[in-house]
């Protein structure tokens, strides 16, 4: 299979890719989780709207250039956070990232959404690993993958980070992997 599918229905929630008209809910979903976001992710960085913008522009020129398959979270069709598989970890390689609206953590959403992710990125032509990367001192991150039975690889310093830390980071890189059972 060259791409995912663009809904991935799982337990409790539905993966979907993003579409235009998601950019009033992705918004107000950044713009309520400032704070939980800020230590973290770039998305609290600037207006809400002109990133929720940039966001949903991007992921859909992403897709159709096979460079990465982003998806909103869904619950019951509220915006509840987003995540994706991207093509910039090395040939053979996705990696995965995830984030979640403040008021929608400590669930196990997150976790269900990856595990839709694995399945999906292995059914993937040529997907031999899928890589997970986060802050060091991010620990509600490193807890995904451990969950889902993915392997510590590796500890290094930002390289070349190309923009400023957000206030959480120590600039400590930590890298996960998980190989296709079937490689
Ligand atoms: C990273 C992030 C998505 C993790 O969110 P999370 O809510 O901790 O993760 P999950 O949705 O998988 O929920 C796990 C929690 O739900 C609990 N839980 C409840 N039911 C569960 C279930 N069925 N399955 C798994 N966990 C469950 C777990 O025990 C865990 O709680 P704990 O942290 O008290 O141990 C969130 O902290 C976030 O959005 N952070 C800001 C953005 C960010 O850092 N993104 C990653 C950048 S690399």
Known sequence: MRRPAEILPCDRLELRRWQEKDIDALTEAIRD???HLLPWSRLAVGDSREVATGLVTTALSEWERDEAYKYAITVDGLVV???GLMRRVG?????IGYWLRGDWTGRGLATEAVAALITAGFALDGVRWLEIRHDAANLASAAVPRRLGFEEV?????PDAPYPLMPGESGVVMAWRKAC???
């Open 33 to 35: 989780s400032y704070d």
């Open 81 to 83: 956070g987003g995540c």
């Open 91 to 95: 040939p053979g390689g996705l990696e």
């Open 154 to 158: 590796k500890l290094q310093t930002a």
């Open 181 to 183: 059972p079937s490689a």
